[in-house]
């Protein structure tokens, strides 16, 4: 799973997840909008009963672990095994073994600067899936690293819709600046799948206005409860 947010639990209400199954969380940055820890206060005995083989790993920047160790407060920093979690310490250029013959390689983000905001790409098989959820345009490194992949499918930061992004997201005509540049270096396998994803109000588009515009591209609008075949 990559981010836990304010709606992670009405996620597991409305699409019947269980997330005692859960062994890997990726967290792209510390932002309350990706990153709410008191949920996870409920992992610890009193709260909840885990199930003895539900152990989770999350893996993020050292601000990511800071708010986590500040926002378990019955136990120290160094206790996360009360909660059945340890921490993983991630990077830019850094890659993880997860389950299930699934990698994924951490790519440096342009959001958030004062920490190392991370986008990631997931590698299943032969296939490629980058989810950067909070970027502006792609660092010179970033790009330089995906000129070297073959993604099949894109999930992209779409956050202002057609009003000027600023620095730190996408607008709706940075998607499709970001879609033709990976085309250019060859970067999108045939057929690839491109999502435009995380919108905000402040975008000034409402669900069917973004499907209007990013239809004619052939580049899908996200929604709850979306799955996508890779």
């Not at 909070?134 to 000129?147: I, V």
């Not at 730190?168 to 491109?194: C, M």
């Not at 919108?199 to 206005?209: I, K, P, R, V």
Request: proline share 3%; aromatic share 8%.
């Amino acid at each position: 799973m990559v981010d836990w947010g304010p709606d992670a639990y009405n996620s597991m209400i409305a699409f019947d997840l269980d997330y005692s199954r859960l062994r890997h969380l990726l967290i792209t940055h510390s932002h309350g909008d990706h990153w709410v820890v008191a949920d996870l206060e409920y992992r610890r005995e009193g709260f909840a009963v885990r199930p003895q083989d539900s152990w989770l790993t999350i893996h993020g920047n050292q601000k990511v672990r800071e708010i986590l160790a500040s926002g378990l407060q019955s136990t120290g920093a160094d206790e996360f095994e009360v909660y059945g979690l340890d921490f993983d310490t991630v990077r830019p250029g850094d890659t993880r073994q997860l389950e299930h013959g699934v990698s994924v390689e951490c790519l440096a983000a342009n959001h958030a600067p004062e920490e190392d905001a991370l986008n990631f790409v997931f590698k299943v098989g032969e296939r490629r899936c980058l989810i950067a959820n909070d970027t502006g345009w792609l660092p010179q490194q970033t790009w330089e690293r995906l000129a070297e992949v073959r993604l099949d499918v894109v999930i992209l930061d779409a956050t202002s819709g057609l009003r000027p992004a600023g620095e730190h997201h996408h607008n709706a005509e940075d998607v499709i600046a970001t879609r033709n540049e990976l085309q250019k270096l060859g970067s999108l396998a045939p057929g690839a799948v491109f999502v435009a994803n995380h919108f905000s109000h402040n975008g000034g588009m409402l669900h069917s206005d973004l499907e209007e515009f990013f239809g004619p591209h052939g580049i899908l609008v996200g929604y709850d409860g979306m799955e996508l075949e890779i």
